[in-house]
């Protein structure tokens, strides 16, 4: 199918108006892409290569199923935890991949050049760690607004502290991931096509996509990488079946840099409803008292456009967590809302 001018539409340019009931067809292979970074993923952990990426990156996308998608695996992308003790952590933690689309026949289909940033959800137990961690963490003010952020009264950005420290920690063999995904604006330029970065995730990798967007749109380094107009690439995540991940100044702030978010929920899906309790407009009373639900660090906020999907017709997976979670059920639901 080609894409062409409607590009941006379906990276989130009107919200996605229009495009999500029925779902357009486009908008469904990035979860292939997550999928790819499970299968990439080392899970045995009595092996010396336990939590490494399984494949070369050159045949990465082939051997977990994926061929022929015109985009090849430029980065491996790992991330660090300090939150669980030494012995229960893998001595690499390979969480994903930049995938470039580089064939001349896709770029003219898709009507520009797509980067795809993709993260396998939770796989070792310090990533289990982070993801209790749920009370709220201070993000440092961006360069473009330090001044203001210093008086303008508002309340600060403020993310889930375990995704924070996963997204920011650096490891003995690599940086930050934070650090690792601010190169991505370089595969776009001046004579080159159109730029845009996706950035797609699963469960934990869902919250980490979020603030990879974030990171992208907010970081100085982004200033003077651009497409052939000398604008800025376009920035989206798409998330399936992701937790909270910051407050509402945090949402503000995402949305003022220009990043866009695509929710993908399940609505039996327990792990969307967590952690802490959402902002509620005003004229809604909350479940508990404002003050309190501030003062603990527990005040949410969700983020983006949300596709809210239920289960097959005649299933009842609230009762089963495990189920109602699975990346392979998010893409039969997906696949299902299709037009």
Known sequence: MRIGRQWTELQGAQDWDGLLNPLDGALVRYGEF??????????DSGAPSYGCCRFPSSSLLRRSRLPETGYRVAQLLHAASTSAPRWLSCRSSYIGYVAVCDDEEEIERLGRRDVVIAFRGTATCSEWVDNFKSTLAHLPPTTSRRSADAGDGEA??????????LFTT???AHSS?????????EYGGKGMPPLSITVTGHSLSAALAVLTAYEITTTSAMQGHGDHDGAAPMVTAVSFGGPRVGNAAFRRRLEESGGKVLRVVNSDDIVTKVPGFPDVPAKRKPRFPRWLVSKMGWEYSDVGRELRLCGPCGQDTSRNVVASHDLDLYLKLVAACTD
């Open 34 to 43: 997550v999928r790819a970074a499970y299968a990439s993923f080392n899970f």
């Open 156 to 165: 600060a950005p403020m993310v889930e502290s375990g995704f924070w420290r």
């Open 170 to 172: 650096s490891g003995k």
């Open 177 to 185: 991931l934070q650090h690792q995904v601010r190169g991505v604006s």
